[in-house]
């Protein structure tokens, strides 16, 4: 079973910019789809984004697109959100998943399947 950590959280200023990693340990990284959720201080928890085995397709929320952007590195084993051009509304903790079936097709953030979590990471953006 794989494990999934995020790191890169904090605070900044709105406007500001942070990367987010999460390094996947114990399982086939490569064999699966992988995604961002994040869950704000009273809110449902939400896909952000997500990407494809090989990094060539992505999709992103709404709320989110332009902004941030969702790469993986396989010969390392980690997901990575470049977030930019941060506003108070991104607060929130966010999570990378695995899919909860191997790789095919497309996906969608605001409907991906996640099977397996991480812990979270905050992200704060205020003044």
């Known amino acids: 079973q794989v494990q999934l950590v995020e790191s890169g959280g904090g605070s900044v200023q709105p406007g500001g910019s942070l990367r987010l990693s999460c390094e996947a340990s114990g399982g086939t990284f490569d064999a699966y789809y992988m995604a961002w959720f994040r869950q704000g201080p009273g809110k449902e928890r939400e896909g952000v984004a997500c990407i494809s085995f090989g990094g060539s397709h992505t999709d992103y929320a709404n709320s989110v697109q332009g902004r941030f952007t969702i790469s993986r590195d396989n010969d390392k084993n980690t997901l990575f959100l470049q977030m930019t051009t941060l506003k108070p509304e991104d607060t929130a903790v966010y999570y990378c998943?695995?899919?909860?079936?191997?790789?095919?097709?497309?996906?969608?953030?605001?409907?991906?399947?996640?099977?397996?979590w991480g812990q979270g990471t905050q992200v704060t953006v205020s003044l």
């Open positions: 998943a695995q899919r909860s079936y191997r790789y095919g097709g497309m996906c969608r953030a605001t409907s991906f399947e996640a099977g397996v």
